[in-house]
């Protein structure tokens, strides 16, 4: 049995789930680090966050930051 290095596990820890993309269909994406003027001067005025799908690497913008349910408070 031989493992591809490239795999990568389905969920990973900091993974988005909910979304799917638009390209290859896939529902898991992953938070990368802002680059570049647009998305560390303009996308935080309108609460986006730029995110790349697992699978075919495409980066899409989430207004979500991080896959952990945002808290409410009382």
């Known amino acids: 049995m031989s493992s591809t290095p490239s795999m990568r596990p389905l969920s990973p820890a900091g993974?988005?789930?909910?979304?799917?993309?638009?390209?290859?269909?896939?529902k898991v994406f992953e938070r990368v680090q802002r680059s570049?003027?647009?998305?560390?001067?303009?996308?935080?005025?309108?609460?986006?966050?730029?995110?790349?799908?697992?699978v075919c690497h495409k980066l899409v913008y989430l207004s979500q930051r991080s896959s952990k349910p945002e808290r409410t408070h009382r």
Not at 36 to 54: D, T
């Open 15 to 26: 993974a988005h789930v909910g979304r799917i993309c638009a390209m290859c269909n896939g």
């Open 36 to 54: 570049g003027f647009m998305q560390q001067r303009i996308l935080p005025f309108f609460n986006m966050y730029p995110w790349r799908c697992v």
